[in-house]
Nanobody, 124 residues
Framework: QVQLVESGGGLVQAGGSLRLSCEASGRTFSTYNMGWFRQAPGKEREFVAAISWSGGSTYYADSVKGRFTISREKFKNTVYLRMNILKPEDTAVYYC?????????????????WGQGTQVTVSS
């Protein structure tokens, strides 16, 4: 069993930055691929970014490429999402998730464990 706890959300003006954190329980964190998804009001949850278990590969949705950066610290069992140049359309609840199988990183169905989410609100 893996438990994921997100933090770092909040209210920020357009053009600002936030860093989300996701702390994972379990001693096998280093074997999980990790992802971030988001869900805006009235919309389906969508893929944002993912990072391989080694940290050597990262993947981004086109809408955030060049603005967001995903990273991980193995010894802290934590994955981060640095979000720069935030836009009002980035407003959503952001979720981190753990993927054990090694594929399907851009799909919800590829993930085995989910956090509760953290709210990010970007004002114009």
């Amino acid at each position: 069993q893996v438990q994921l706890v997100e933090s770092g959300g909040g209210l920020v003006q357009a053009g600002g930055s936030l860093r989300l954190s996701c702390e994972a329980s379990g001693r096998t964190f280093s074997t999980y691929n990790m992802g971030w998804f988001r869900q805006a009001p009235g919309k389906e949850r969508e893929f944002v970014a993912a990072i391989s278990w080694s940290g050597g590969s990262t993947y981004y949705a086109d809408s955030v490429k060049g603005r967001f950066t995903i990273s991980r610290e193995k010894f802290k069992n934590t994955v981060y999402l640095r979000m720069n140049i935030l836009k009002p359309e980035d407003t959503a609840v952001y979720y981190c998730a753990a993927n054990l199988q090694g594929y399907g990183l851009a799909q919800e169905s590829g993930y085995d464990y989910w956090g509760q989410g953290t709210q990010v609100t970007v004002s114009s």
